[in-house]
RNA sequence: GGGCAUGUGGCGGAAUUGGCUUACGCGUAGCACUCAAAAUGCUAUGGCCUCACGGCCGUGUGGGUUCGAGUCCCACCAUGCCCACCA
């Protein structure tokens, strides 16, 4: 009898060795192999670890504990995301303050990570909440800010009313509900005698359902990276991140790529009566597009002026205003369009004009006196200032055209247009640079009412019958805002039912997702919902293909936040768009192409009362769909366009437990930047304008989001107050908006009065760069390194390998993404080369691997069932390798597993076992059998160590743990004279598993070598080389021969290594089974795989 | 409704990627040790037929490809996860 394993002595002294000796603690700046293993970090916001984190960690340290044996510094880090609302509802269900109790959760969350045994760098962690880690989350928000990806914006967010705060899209859950009829009472029938469900969107936390608010919020432009996260994640096909394919297709699925056309629906009367066309510096009416768009406009029966501005190469503002003033009539229904210098022009025309024209179209047009190819005006023959109310008053619906390859006007003047005088800006890129091209298709159309599509069929256009706006589209409010001024002679273009569309906007509004999914739930089609809907009577469109005028509906089926707003509506090959014609009577009309066959057009097929007939598309009838998509397009002059699924990332949150967003709203500055465009930039008087890198005062954040001004870097962090009462108060604000003390500050700008944003950020905004701050961990603590410029940043990222759970896939893996990129593109974040080439190198994660999730007897756990199971009792009483081992061998890593209590006895009996022969060493003198029993464990051995080796490299544990068992299995029935070697590898195969027992058994026979010769001191086996087999060793001189007659094995027989064909049909001949299979029918042919099996197959076969 | 998985003994799961289905472990039964039990060890363990030798049938269902299919193809069924009025 030997030692008794006494695991929780093993343990325990090793932990505490490891600790001491700071084995897993790698040398950043020497490692000459870094590998950076990481795991998801854990929110501390429970009763502490459960075992489904327990199996996740283990996991990834088992993989990080066979690089580290394979030569790699690994470096594996740990800490805690404490800040959120998951720490804070925990807070505020046991009555604590989450400050309080963060430093309470993170003791028991450390005690409870060491316990496990995993080999983190106990040195290097970091907790959201430490003001050190959060003051860089802050440093990050300023650094978009600055650089024009963070913008504030008012629109209806998704709110949690139990949280008391606004959800991003992707924290609301859309959940399945039976329908309560009685609860139902506002969609009565509908609902009856269907067992279908209904979806409402619930808050991710606590299952609430999320009604819509309309607040001002931040966000972050992730869209503007949309087409680089879907590209690098490479394609169904291949190529792309290294990442489990399922979270690679979540991503791309959220990203939503769609490639159609944006088509323009000319709203009929849409052509004004008359328009003014104003031409720019050195310009004339002959020059650039206006003698085409003079010609487009007259063929569309429109009056069209141009005036030939007077002392064009050295222009005085006030004397061409005159001029226009003079020579061109105005009315309420002109409009007035100018482009370049001819804007200011149209500007200070729109400020003495006595009543409001039609509408205002500005074509690359400015209000400062900068530009960046030549110098500025003579300030004595203008006027900068603008009386921003009345040409709001008088300039009708405002446009602006923004061109972005515009090498002349600099690219913040469109926002400062827009914030001056309204209106919406259009982005496009010109013909000819600054708008200069002969003809600019965008300048005409923003002359003309139209309705801007996109559709993913072009080639149905013919079928178009009716078009719809979402409710928040903005012709709606822009028509229901329209005074009589379009009541021309036919009146058209006006709104006569305002009253029932106001209505229904405001219902729309208001309703909660709840409300429109319970309500919209159409149970007679089976698959789509009821939609309801509003025409906007006298307004009509034409449809750019058949040159019919259509109806326009209003209809909260159709989202604001995708595409353009508007659809054409095709019923005849939409299910959607067939619905609503069916429910409101509208025409349905079929084009030929051939997924829709005339005969079989699936949605025709069911009954419907109406006429649905076939349109003739002229030379498209019958065209091939792909190749009419793009012919249509060019027919009607639309254009290709990409649309994204992705939204903007609402990033404000009205909690308390959350790094305050860094900005300061400031009345003074929002003065500067609003009301005169001229002294922004009055220090900026003399320099070399030529330039488009000049130095300006403000920022691009903040020229976008005027007021709003960074806290200076210098100042960070805006450290998160103690607020005893830190309950969510509901009005749509922050607890901190009731401390007086915090948000009174002064502008970091102009030093005047000023006050601080009281919205902390998202938690994934922490998590999303945490993985950057734990190679700045030590330094930081001293104050010294930001980092982002962190020489160990450089050296060890990217990630190499990264496990954590699936259901991340389009949280914190994208937002992380999309932060790395960012930052990169910004300058302020750089990785290294040592991912190679390989795709993605400006990726955060080379290596992703979501592990599957932990079941307890075939259900999920839950507190709310009852069967988590607590990790720490296991770990008393059959010791943490056993649990560890035990919850890698359920299943393979990446699917999942099944804990039952029962199974585990597996496992602790197989360590038991181990511990008997290892720690209780036998060396006995061979007999000769012994030695040729050992020849044959030798061979399995070295397959062991091949098999172990690989499949841990692929996160198969359970099938490596199994080989283990097969080899101790085999040790124990031979009970061979066992090598030194043989000795120590066994340990080494078992430490990334059980690392506490390995280290132990290991270090026995160390001991029993250094009796002999070895005068090595302590060498932890976890910094021991990896064994390596012996290829030679592997191959087997016999196998077994599997004889089939017909397929069906009927014979086995040991045979040599390299039996060839001939001598395994003989063989297979001679056996007297296989002669009484084949009963003398003829032999057609045999099959043979050498090395494996012989098939003969007879004739009647 | 769409996408992605998965479906193998009483259970968790293996299967060299098209070649002996059920490795490894749990459970169960029997035996050994013990006064007895636990622990441990040994043996057996897919179903059906047979005293037996042995045979037949078996990887959700139905078809197909192949000398040979758990694996590949088609259709269907079930379960799970993700997404969902995205034009």
Known sequence: MGKKYDFQKIEKKWQSVWRREGTYEPSFGKAQKPFYNLMMFPYPSAEGLHVGNMYAFTGSDVYGRFKRMQGYDVFEPMGLDGFGIHSENYALKIGAHPMKQAKISEKRFYKQLEVIGNGFSWNERLETYDPDYYKWTQWIFVQMFKNGLAYRKKQPVNWCPSCKTVLADEQVLQKSQIPNPKSQTNSKSQIQNHKHEIRIGVCERCDTPVVKKELEQWFFRITKYAGRLLKNLGTQQGGGIDWSERVKIAQRNWIGKSE???????????????????????????????????????????????????????????????????????????????????????????????????STVLVAGFTENNFLDHDRFDEQTFDWKFDAKRIRANAGDLRILRDTTDAIVPPNQAWKLQNLFGGVITEFAAQEPHVCGKEE???????????????????????????????????????????????????????????????????????????????????????????????????????????????????????????????????????????????????????????????????????????????????????????????????????????????????????????????????????QINADGTRINADNIGENLRSNRRKSAFTKGELENPGWIAVPEDKLP????????????????????????????????????????????????????????????????????????????????????????????????????????????????????????????????????????????????????????????????????TLRMYLMFLAPFEQGGDFRDSSILGISRFLERAWKLFANQRHGAGDMEQVRKKGELDRLLHKTVKKVTEDIENLRYNTAISALMILLNKIEETNP?????????????????????????????????????????????????????????????????????????????????????????????????????????????????PGRLINIVTESC
């Open 977 to 1089: 004279p066992m090598s030194h070697v043989a000795c120590r590898i066994f340990p080494k195969l078992l430490a990334p598993f059980a690392p506490h027992l390995a280290e132990e058994l290991y270090q026995t026979q160390i001991d029993a070598d250094r009796k002999a010769a070895d005068k090595r001191g302590y060498v932890s086996i976890h910094l021991e080389q990896w064994p390596i087999y012996d290829p030679k060793l592997i191959e087997e001189k016999t196998f077994t021969l599997i004889i089939q007659v017909n397929g069906k094995v009927r014979d086995t027989m040991p045979a040599p290594a390299g039996t060839s064909e001939q001598e395994a049909k003989e063989m297979a001949f001679d056996s007297g089974k296989i002669k009484g299979f084949i009963h003398g029918g003829k032999i057609v042919k045999t099959v043979y795989i």
């Open 441 to 671: 298709p965008e300048v005409l159309r923003s002359c003309i009412d139209s309705i801007r599509v996109f559709t993913t069929r072009p080639d149905t256009l013919f079928g178009a019958t009716y078009m719809v706006l979402a409710p928040e589209h903005p012709l709606v409010a822009s028509l229901l805002a329209a005074d009589s001024r379009r009541l021309d002679a036919d009146s058209r273009g006006i709104l006569k039912n305002k009253d029932e569309v106001k209505k229904y906007i405001e219902k729309a509004k208001k309703k909660s997702e709840e409300e429109r999914t319970a309500e919209g739930k159409d149970f007679s089609t089976g698959t789509g919902q009821a939609k309801t809907g509003v025409e906007l009577k006298g307004i009509r469109a034409i449809n750019p293909a058949t040159k019919e005028e259509i109806p326009v509906w209003v209809a909260d089926y159709v989202l604001a936040g995708y595409g353009t707003g508007a659809i054409m509506a095709v019923p005849a090959h939409d299910e959607r768009d067939w619905e609503f014609a069916k429910k409101y009577k509208l025409p349905v009309k079929m084009t030929v192409c051939p997924h829709y066959p005339a005969q079989t057009c699936p949605i025709l097929d069911t009954a419907y009362e109406g006429e649905g007939h076939l349109v003739d598309s002229g030379k498209f009838n019958g065209m091939a769909s792909e190749t009419a998509k793009w012919e249509i397009t060019k027919f009607v002059g639309g254009a290709r366009k990409t649309q994204y699924r992705l939204r903007d990332w609402l990033i404000s949150r009205q909690r308390y437990w959350g790094p305050p967003i860094p900005l300061v709203f400031c009345e003074h500055c929002a003065a």
């Open 718 to 881: 805006v450290r998160l107050p103690f607020v005893k009462d830190f309950q969510p108060k509901g009005k749509g604000e922050s607890p901190l908006g009731t401390v007086k003390s915090f948000y009174e500050t002064k502008c970091p700008k102009c030093g005047g009065k000023a006050r601080r944003e009281t919205d902390v950020s998202d938690t994934f905004l922490d998590s999303a760069w945490y993985y950057i701050g734990y190679l700045a961990t030590s330094d930081k603590r001293q104050g010294k390194v930001n980092p982002f410029e962190n020489s160990l940043a450089k050296k060890w990222l990217p990630v190499d390998t990264y496990i954590g759970g699936a259901e991340h896939s389009v949280l914190h893996l994208l937002y992380s993404r999309f932060l790395a990129l960012a930052l990169q593109d910004i300058g302020v974040l750089h990785f290294s080369a040592k991912g190679g080439s390989a795709p993605g190198g400006e990726e955060p994660f080379t290596k992703f691997r979501a592990h599957g999730l932990l079941i307890k007897e075939g259900s999920k756990m839950s507190k709310s069932k009852g069967n988590v199971v607590n990790p720490d009792e296991y770990i008393r009483k059959f010791g943490a390798d």
């Open 260 to 358: 159609g056309a944006e088509i323009d629906f000319e709203i009929a009367g849409g052509v004004a009566p008359s328009y003014v066309l104003l031409h720019g510096y050195t310009g004339t009416p002959k020059n650039d597009f206006r003698p085409w768009l003079k010609k487009e406009l007259e063929r569309r029966g429109a009056k069209v002026h141009i005036p030939s501005l007077p002392h064009t190469k050295n222009p005085r503002v006030a004397e061409q205003v005159e001029f226009v003033l003079k020579n061109v009539p105005f009315n309420k229904n002109t409009v007035i369009l100018g482009h370049s210098l001819g804007a200011i022009v149209a500007l200070k025309v729109l400020e003495k004009l006595k009543q409001p024209v039609r």
